[in-house]
């Protein structure tokens, strides 16, 4: 499966953006899907994961009320809702496909990732 994410931009802290992951390929419904976001000069970390029927979702604690993931299996894609966007939140953004789990090396497939940066 291919994946592209997008939606990434400039918004000041307090914001909202959403970013939008398409994919590729009539296997998506079976792949759970993940956010990570990587930093400069930090490991990448996890953001946000749903399964593949979109029953079960996880968060990571800094992003926990602030981020909602979804999926719409009909069109291919994910999503990550991001509100009250906090300058720490400024990073690189990649989608995933693969295992859910709150672990990189589960997901097997990566987009090429989209920038999100806050200015307090």
């Known amino acids: 499966v291919q994946l592209q994410a997008s939606g990434g931009g400039l918004v000041q802290a307090g914001g909202s953006l959403r970013l939008s992951c398409a994919a590729s390929g009539r296997t998506f419904s079976s792949y759970g899907m993940g956010w990570f976001r990587q930093a400069p000069g930090k490991e990448r970390e996890f953001v946000a994961a749903i399964s593949r029927n979109g029953g079960r979702t996880y968060y990571a604690d800094s992003v926990k009320g602030r981020f909602t993931i979804s999926r719409d299996n009909a069109k291919n894609m994910v999503y990550l809702q991001t509100n009250s966007l906090k300058p720490e939140d400024t990073a690189v953004y990649y989608c995933?496909?693969?295992?859910?789990?709150?672990?990189?090396?589960?997901?097997?497939?990566w987009g090429q990732g989209t920038q999100v940066t806050v200015s307090s």
């Open positions: 995933a496909a693969g295992s859910i789990s709150g672990e990189s090396t589960r997901y097997a497939y």
